[in-house]
């Protein structure tokens, strides 16, 4: 258990759609990352909050959308959804970027499927 | 810009034989390099990092990297298999913890 929790596991919608995932990074952890993992991207970096502030951006499609709470959980918005975007999304936290480096310890996942 | 490249995507062994997993890199400055393992249905797993000092990085479950600097590589070797490393392996590269890139990943199969 890596002290990262995700909710829900699985959820299926339809086109057009708009859900909201969630994490709660470990105790202490000040950094929120969102990873999309689909058979034919792989893992593919999406977006990076810091302590209620965005760090990083990677590939997040402008229907995408994410913010970092007060008490630390982070939500990710998926808005229009399309079949595309079908996958496993993945949460993880880090200590604090900066001040050496922190590895990251990923949740078990938010399994989308698009119908 | 950085980016982590794996050899294989798919990669078998004989239990019992040595495990070698193939990672490059490409950093414009000092890399921090790590290995995770995914198990099926499950989230990342953190096997082993490279950040400064020592080039041979031991990891969990006997697996350990060496960092070659002149080689941008990082490969991840275990010297016997066991069927219980059957699962998906990622190298990652870390620029001062702000972002990860990852590789493509290799599955690794252990056939008894």
């Known amino acids: 258990d890596s002290g990262v929790t995700q909710t829900p596991k699985h959820l299926i919608t339809a086109t057009g759609q708009r859900v909201t995932l969630r994490c709660s990074p470990r105790s202490g952890d000040l950094s929120v990352y969102w990873y999309q993992q689909s058979l034919d991207q792989g893992l593919q970096f999406l977006i990076q909050y810091y302590n209620g502030e965005e760090r990083a951006k990677g590939n997040i499609l402008e229907r995408f959308s994410a913010q970092q709470f007060p008490d630390l959980h982070s939500e990710l918005n998926l808005s229009s959804l399309e079949l595309g975007d079908s996958a496993l999304y993945f949460c993880a936290s880090s200590a604090f970027p900066g001040q050496g480096i922190y590895e990251q310890y990923f949740g078990p996942g938010t399994r989308l499927t698009v119908t | 810009a950085q980016s982590v490249t794996q050899l294989g995507s798919h990669v078998s062994v004989s239990e019992g034989a040595l495990v070698l997993l193939r990672c490059n890199y490409s950093?414009?400055?000092?890399?921090?390099l790590f290995w995770y393992v995914q198990y099926p249905n499950q989230g990342l797993q953190l096997l082993l990092k490279y950040t400064t000092g020592a080039t041979l990085v031991k990891g969990i479950n006997g697996f350990e990297a060496e960092f070659k600097k002149s080689e941008t590589s990082f490969h991840l070797t275990k010297p016997s298999a066991h069927m219980s490393d059957a699962a998906e392996y990622f190298c990652a590269v870390s620029v001062a913890g702000n972002q990860f890139y990852f590789g493509t990943g290799t599955s690794l199969t252990v056939i008894p």
């Open positions: 950093s414009s400055v000092p890399p921090y």
